[in-house]
């Protein structure tokens, strides 16, 4: 039976495409992603940025003299501003699914105690040396581990007689996070200060400085995979964010749901917060703006969160590389001068409610 969204059961509200907002969008991004590999501290004309990335798009070669300038275009800003593409658009899609999931405006993707978790692995490697071994690869796999721990952990817990009901979520994962962090914490003050203790510190911030190349396609095809998921349970999501007695009566089985959503969700933030860190607001900012743009429904919203999340944050990386130049502010510093002062006018709007037009 088709799921009828949330927005039909006001007689009268007005019906509005996601179509033109998703085109202008999508343009918007495609000058971002040049904007973003444009600007930084150290000065490149604009007609080199755009011959070097033809001649990386297209296999050409560039002169000699070139080369350093070559290089931070093409393999340190790029791949920092594709990823910072892909993070954001992840966040964007999985907070609306939270906070679908949760039944919850407040919810965000981190609600689920996987950031926290993540943080453990991550801080492990910088502050202690853990993994060492797997190089390059120390980082990212670790957090990744640790956020998958955490999930485990957050569902063992969190699960019942009765299933995963979304007050059992929100409040295992908001403990269980608090003991992630108070295990950050203490790994934190107990290793040496200096240039660690400040990683440890951009890390929980969220940054994209460490972006390369070789972690792009996971994240990509992570985020994407899914996105596509979510984007095919749409009806269903509508369904279930009026509550679980309208979703059984509509054909869909909430417990169910809610467990392929937790791990969906689950899994996706794990892998955007191993190659980036903890990004707030994104996942929690953009699905209520996106709300307001174009309704509840979530068809429309997973079509447009997503490249308005990948367009945040690809300027709030540009921003934080620009503002105290050549040093570098966490990126989570940027979301949430621009999150809070955002989402304060947002609660303050008149008759905005969640679900709602």
Do not use: K
């Not at 994407?224 to 979703?247: K, P, Q, S």
């Amino acid at each position: 039976m088709p799921v009828p969204p949330p927005s039909t059961l006001s007689a009268g509200r007005r019906r509005r495409s996601a179509a033109p907002l998703v085109l202008g969008l999508a343009v918007l991004l495609l000058a971002s992603l040049v904007c973003g590999v444009g600007l930084g501290a150290a000065g490149i004309g604009w007609a080199e940025v755009l011959r070097f990335l033809w001649a990386g798009l297209t296999g050409g070669t560039v002169r000699a003299g070139d080369a350093a300038a070559y290089t931070i275009v093409w393999e340190i800003r790029l791949p920092r501003t594709v990823l910072g593409a892909v993070v954001g658009a992840g966040l964007a899609a999985v907070g609306t699914a939270v906070q679908a999931m949760v039944r919850n405006a407040l919810a965000d993707p981190f609600v689920l105690g996987v950031s926290s978790g993540a943080a453990v692995g991550a801080n492990a490697v910088i502050l202690l040396g853990a993994f060492a071994g797997l190089g390059v690869w120390a980082l990212s796999a670790s957090a990744f581990a640790s956020a998958l721990a955490a999930m485990a952990l957050v569902y063992a817990v969190a699960r019942s007689p009765h299933g995963l009901t979304p007050l059992r979520l929100i409040l295992t994962g908001t403990a269980l996070a608090f003991g992630f962090e108070a295990v950050t914490t203490v790994m934190v003050f107990g290793a040496a200060r200096g240039e660690a203790a400040r990683a440890a510190m951009m890390w929980l911030l969220g940054s994209l400085g460490g972006a390369t190349w070789a972690q792009v396609p996971l994240a990509a095809v992570t985020v994407a995979a899914g996105w596509a998921w979510l984007r095919v349970r749409a009806e269903a999501l509508n369904a279930l964010a009026m509550g679980d007695e309208t979703a059984a009566a509509l054909g869909v089985p909430p417990g169910r749901l809610r467990r392929e959503l937790f791990a969906v969700t689950a899994a996706v933030t794990g892998t955007v917060v191993a190659v980036s860190g903890a990004i707030g607001f994104v996942g929690l900012m953009v699905p209520h703006l996106v709300r307001m743009l174009v309704g509840a429904d979530h068809r429309r919203v997973l079509a447009v969160a997503p490249l308005a999340g990948a367009v945040l944050l690809v300027w709030a990386d540009v921003l934080s590389r620009l503002l105290l130049a050549p040093a570098e502010l966490p990126v989570g510093v940027i979301t949430a001068v621009l999150g809070v002062p955002a989402f304060l006018l947002l609660m303050r709007r008149g008759g905005y409610a969640f679900g709602s037009r």
